[in-house]
């Protein structure tokens, strides 16, 4: 992470700095030199990296991608057509009553286990 000192009332940026501590020495010399050793409304900022710059671009694509795909599908007529099917109505059943029998088959060995 980089580091560089804002000054809110002069609008103004100092060069960026590999550590804190020298954006704070930034700060405490423009204080010094253009508000009298006052305190005006300034910051400390956080500059990313490139590598971080790019990592967090990426994940925002990414983040804004599912939320894309998932407003897509909601759309999609192709799956509104494929979940209205008969066909695909009749296999969820199937898949369900599967899962039922497998429960109670659980169930029933477990309790003659006990
Ligand atoms: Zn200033």
Redesign the pocket.
């Known amino acids: 992470m980089r580091y560089a000192h804002y000054?809110e009332?002069?609008d103004?940026r100092s060069p960026v700095r590999y550590t804190r501590h020298d954006a704070k020495q930034d700060r405490a010399d423009?204080r010094h030199q253009?508000?009298g050793d006052l305190r005006?409304a300034?910051r400390i900022e956080e500059v990313p990296g490139f590598l971080s710059a790019t990592a967090g671009a990426l994940a925002a694509d990414a983040r804004r991608a599912a939320r894309e795909g998932v407003r897509a599908a909601g759309r999609s007529s192709l799956i509104s057509r494929i979940l209205g099917e008969t066909s695909m109505k009749q296999a969820l059943r199937l898949l369900l009553g599967g899962v039922g029998v497998i429960v109670v088959i659980e169930f029933v060995t477990r309790c003659a286990r006990h």
């Open positions: 000054c009332s002069c103004g423009h253009h508000h005006p300034d």
